[in-house]
């Protein structure tokens, strides 16, 4: 079966579902019909995206004959295997929001608006992903980043919300702008507008040309995608945005941009040379860096999350560059490994990245604050929620045996092969992405013990926190999430094989026997490098630690056992203030990085003479420039002012002034013609 | 269930057991509940090499979850009462308490809103070792007796003097 | 460092042998009293009452109750009545019962 078809009942139930939830979203019957469509489409996304996988890609379909879309080109659809990644994710995390959804909104008006508006941003990425021609492609992107707009904009009133769906649609745009012109350069000079003919007649393109495409689409999708210095619009937007809407973002949206990076860099554009590769390998590397490096330094949970978000997808670039450069560098084994490790970070990442955003929601529900330092002691207040978070954290901060370490374990085996490059200076920059990255890994650890450890261990810090509850919020969602991290690392091999085959129909080559010998192993595209099974580490782990427990339950003393407080020097009373905060957590990355946040800390107190000695309460605030914001978009939007300031008195608003400028331009006009 | 033994066996049973547990290592919590501190200077002569408790199997730990005995000086003043119950819940079983110094046994300082005046009205204490301040020998005469390694002399003390006295004539 | 090797090795070993043998030190040890009771008057036992600086002595009719926990061997009361008491030269007073440490001694002496 073809399976555009089953993207099409997907697209379908979702156009169903936003016309559900538009017309019906004020009461709750209708915010419950509203979100089983959706479910509804979302489960046929996944079982369309994973089918693709396999079947390869299906051919282009015009439906309608050649009806005309909104800007008057035809709608051309293609199911690709290199979209049925994207596709799976945007399916499960439709699910996942759905079974969510409805204990998390209150039905109303603006929820009615809001759930239709995230449906059609769910059609809108279903559309991104099955565009087979340009105009189909460009049209459906900003259609889903007006959708998206839309989504943060949950809350019109409040600043924050304005602000962050400001610079969200912004920043979009400005990348809108650069895709627009990659692919206007692309199709004009291979006369072409379906993305197959661009991708066969593209090598006949003239090498400047290509490298100028690449470069523009690196930077338009980089926006989307986060790669910094284009991210500024992430820790912005995502937090002011409903949890759900987050997840959407965070989960999907950004996989968008990485899906448009990978459509260029393997399908569209062959660029030569292992500059474009370097370039993206670099700045993936760049970015990962930087993005867990502020991830340290945020005390709003989403925020935390946001900037994880760009840490990873600064890892899926730079798995995406490097495979560029082993294509570069004719390793085709490599470079279509390195593609399957970067296609499945996309997806491990969607889990449980959309994961811990439900659950920061379900948090700042129960605790009413997403502030870390106002939580603490959650594991025993809301302890479902405190298990799906905890498999969530282990999966993001890459420890065994779950999905995170499976695909960060194959992107690390291979960026280290390559010395097989057989360039001494590509070996040593491959190698110092790897370091990079080894160095993102162990932040992340620490960002996320931090993450987990500060508002769901130790002692309630407010009261608010001390009486979260846990009834009645909505854990469905995240639940199914985990059992979906939970069931990608032990299947790692059925993944892999599935990822092989989409991987054959963009790289040309099988890797099924070089990545899969069987015994549910798994090793590197080239054997006796290394090898890991993913499965039976699993149950390796899980064995592990049960035949202890086992022995210890089974030869437990008789003699009834007494419970005692945890020694703490036998103060008399315990302040949930003594323990570690958020800050002080992370405060040794401070010290060590301080030249890249460049702290601004001011202490004052309340009076420096007093008599008595006494000082008064002491005012201690410690902000971390934003680098980004003000040596590179200030400058900028200035630049931009300063501009429209010196055109502006082109705008006299003198009527005779207008009539000499409409003669001038037709007189020029003439004489251009005759010419 | 011990019936139908008479008490010194029992007795007898009970040292056993302790010696068997504790009598080659011991670890001993120090706790000064409000003593002038010369108590804890004789402790920890205890350690230098004149009198060297190592040799004995005795160490010192900070921690009370590592503790088998706790060493009690000080009157037990009301302000620490939470903290030294907090140390005693703190140690594992088996464990004792040995209360040392004129203040811990009573006595000195009257019960007051400050005080408590003796360490047995907070802890259940099984070896008490007078002094102001205990020698070091008498500190380890104490921690072998509740070792279970030495009996104890005093219920058989009378602190009666016979025989000659100093230039005495009836 | 030889020097101190050296002397050291010639001052011998200093660590007491106690308990397994006798402490050559303890002889020089303050200890608390022990009393005779013949010697012992109401008279005599009130002006060691008086001297004693803690509450380690009482006089319950005709017994001298002396609390042996509570002594600190200052000797004050050997001093004033140094017929009556003498240094015990006793230090191994620990003792498993509280009560123990509370030694009655009768008064046997005559009023003169």
């Known amino acids: ?675 | 269930m011990i019936t139908g033994q008479d008490e010194a066996e029992a007795a007898r049973q009970l040292r056993e057991k302790i010696a068997a547990q504790f009598g080659r290592s011991l670890h001993i919590r120090t706790l000064d509940t409000g003593s002038c501190a010369v108590c804890e200077q004789e402790i920890r002569l205890l350690s230098a090499p004149h009198y060297d408790l190592h040799r004995l199997g005795f160490f010192f730990t900070p921690a009370p979850r590592h503790a088998d005995l706790l060493l009690v000086t000080g009157p037990m003043v009301r302000a620490f009462e939470v903290a030294a119950r907090k140390a005693y819940e703190a140690m594992p079983g088996p464990k004792m308490v040995v209360a040392t110094g004129a203040c811990a046994l009573g006595g000195v300082y009257r019960p007051d809103p400050f005080v408590h005046g003796q360490v047995g009205a907070v802890l259940p204490v099984d070896v008490w070792i007078p002094g102001c301040p205990p020698s070091p020998l008498a500190l380890l005469h104490g921690l072998s007796v509740a070792v279970g390694r030495l009996a104890e002399k005093t219920p058989g003390l009378t602190l009666i003097a016979d025989g000659q006295s100093p230039g005495d004539g009836t | 460092m030889p020097l101190w090797f050296a002397r050291g090795l010639r001052r011998g070993v200093v660590t007491t042998r106690y308990p397994a043998r006798p402490d050559a030190s303890a002889a020089s040890l303050p200890t608390p009293p022990s009393f005779r009771p013949e010697k012992l008057t109401r008279d005599l036992v009130d002006l060691m009452i008086a001297v004693c600086p803690g509450p380690a002595l009482r006089r319950a009719d005709d017994a001298l109750i002396f609390d042996v926990g509570t002594c600190t061997a200052c000797g004050r009361c050997a001093r004033a009545a140094p017929y009556a008491a003498t240094p015990s030269g006793e230090f191994e007073l620990a003792a498993t019962n509280r009560a123990a440490l509370v030694k009655t001694i009768p008064i046997l002496g005559e009023q003169r």
């Open chain 1, 1 to 675: 079966m073809n399976p555009l078809n089953l993207l099409y009942g997907a697209g379908g139930a979702w156009l169903a579902a936003a016309l559900a939830g538009l017309l019906a979203g004020t009461r709750r019957p209708g915010l419950l019909t509203c979100c089983a469509i959706s479910a509804l489409g979302g489960a046929v996304a996944l079982a369309g995206g994973c089918w693709s996988l396999i079947y390869g890609n299906t051919p282009v379909v015009t439906p309608g004959g050649a009806a005309q879309t909104i800007t008057g080109g035809p709608l051309q659809l293609q199911a690709t295997s290199l979209a049925g990644v994207f596709v799976a994710v945007l399916g499960l995390v439709a699910v996942a929001i759905a079974w969510y959804a409805p204990r998390y909104h209150q039905p109303g008006r603006g929820t009615a608006v809001y759930l239709a508006a995230y449906n059609l941003a769910l059609l809108a990425c279903l559309a991104v992903l099955a565009a087979g021609g340009m105009v189909t492609f460009l049209v459906a992107w900003e259609s889903m980043t007006l959708a998206c707009y839309l989504l943060i904009l949950r809350h019109p009133r409040s600043g924050d919300s304005a602000r962050g769906a400001f610079w969200f649609l912004a920043l979009s745009e400005i990348g809108f702008l650069l895709v627009v012109a990659a692919f206007v350069i692309l199709s004009a000079k291979t006369h072409a507008t379906v993305l197959d003919t661009m991708a066969t007649r593209a090598h006949l393109v003239n090498g400047g040309w290509l490298a100028a495409t690449f470069l523009l689409a690196l930077a338009g999708f980089g926006f989307k995608a986060g790669l910094v210095p284009l991210h500024v619009w992430l820790p912005e937007a995502h937090p002011v945005a409903p949890a759900d809407g987050s997840a959407f973002l965070s989960g999907m949206v950004v996989k968008l941009g990485a899906y448009g990076i990978a459509l260029f860099a393997f399908r569209l554009d062959p660029v030569g040379g292992a500059w474009p590769g370097l370039v993206t390998m670099g700045a993936g590397a760049v970015t990962a860096a930087i993005g867990i490096l502020y991830a340290m330094r945020e005390r709003d949970i989403k925020r935390f999350l946001a900037y994880s978000t760009i840490e990873n997808t600064g890892i899926i670039v730079t798995a995406f560059g490097a495979a560029m450069l082993f294509h570069a560098y004719r390793l085709p084994a490599l470079y279509a490994f390195l593609l399957i490790a970067g296609l499945y970070h996309v997806a491990n990442h969607g889990c449980y990245k959309t994961l811990l955003f439900l659950e920061a929601g379900v948090t700042e529900h129960a605790a009413g604050t997403r502030d870390m330092d106002r939580l603490g002691g959650l594991v025993h207040r809301l302890p479902r929620s405190a298990v799906i978070t905890f498999v969530g954290t282990l999966g993001i901060a890459a420890l065994p045996p779950l999905n995170g370490f499976v695909s960060e374990w194959l992107i690390f085996q291979g960026l280290f092969q390559g010395f097989r490059t057989g360039s001494h200076l590509i070996a040593i920059l491959i190698v110092l992405a790897a370091a990079t990255l080894g160095l993102t890994g162990g932040l992340a650890i620490y960002a996320f013990v931090r993450g987990f450890g500060v508002p769901y261990l130790g002692m309630p810090r407010t009261r608010p926190a001390a009486d979260a509850r846990e009834k009645g919020q909505p854990l469905g969602g995240p639940a199914l999430l985990a059992v979906a991290c939970v069931a990608l690392a032990v299947g790692a091999p059925v993944v892999l094989a599935a990822l092989s085959r989409a991987a054959r129909t963009v790289t040309g080559v099988a890797l099924g026997p070089l990545l899969l010998p069987g015994n549910l192993t798994v090793i590197p595209a080239h054997a006796g490098f290394s090898a890991f099974s993913p499965t039976y580490l699993a149950v390796f782990l899980v064995a592990a630690c049960a035949v202890p427990a086992l022995i210890y339950l089974a030869g437990r003393p008789r003699a009834a056992s007494v419970s005692v407080p945890v020694w703490d020097g036998g103060m008399v009373s315990f302040r949930p203030r003594m323990q570690y905060s958020a800050m002080t957590f992370s405060a040794p990355t401070r010290v060590t990085f301080d030249a890249l946040y460049r702290p601004a800390v001011s202490v004052t107190r309340a009076s420096d003479d007093d008599p008595a000695g006494r000082s008064g309460p002491v005012h201690y605030e410690a902000q971390v420039t934003p680098v980004f914001e003000r040596y590179l978009y200030r400058p900028v939007i200035r630049a931009v002012e300063w501009l429209a300031g010196a055109i502006r008195p082109l705008q006299s608003g003198d009527v005779n002034l207008y009539l000499l400028y409409v003669f001038a331009v037709i007189l020029l006009a003439y004489l251009v013609g005759a010419l």
